[in-house]
């Protein structure tokens, strides 16, 4: 289990999607009307508008693991449009947590093997 992405709220898509490409030099790796994917460095951010999904955090699980933390929380995972599956919990603080899955050779996964994200 790792750090995947941090997502927040971007109800100025566009003009944060620019934001972060001239500060820090990000790359999009996905963007559509109602969200974007960035690579920052070795990292991954997701910007998000209003009411997509709640701004969190997430940690990138084995399909395993996914399995077994759902079973162990009692929530539904979905799958998404992407391939990858999750589900969202809160931490003890009502922070929105988000496990996800990715299916082998998915452009956004990043292992230990190869750190980041894949070209």
């Given amino acids: 289990m790792r750090i995947d992405h941090v997502a927040v709220d971007a109800p100025k898509l566009d003009e944060t999607v620019q934001w972060y490409i001239k500060q820090f030099?990000?790359?999009?790796?996905?963007?559509?009307?109602?969200?974007?994917?960035?690579?920052?460095?070795?990292?991954?951010?997701?910007?998000?508008?209003?009411?997509?999904?709640?701004?969190h955090i997430a940690f990138a699980v084995t399909d395993i693991e996914l399995e077994q933390l759902a079973g162990q929380q009692n929530q539904v995972i979905k799958a998404h449009r992407?391939?990858?599956?999750?589900?969202?919990?809160?931490d003890p603080s009502g922070?929105?947590?988000?496990?996800?899955?990715?299916?082998?050779?998915?452009?956004?996964?990043?292992?230990?093997?190869?750190?980041g994200v894949q070209p």
């Fill in 25 to 55: 030099g990000a790359s999009v790796l996905y963007q559509d009307a109602t969200w974007a994917f960035l690579k920052v460095g070795g990292s991954k951010l997701a910007l998000l508008t209003p009411g997509q999904h709640p701004p």
């Fill in 95 to 115: 922070n929105p947590v988000e496990f996800i899955s990715y299916p082998p050779g998915n452009a956004y996964e990043s292992t230990p093997e190869r750190p």
């Fill in 82 to 90: 992407d391939g990858t599956r999750s589900f969202y919990t809160a």
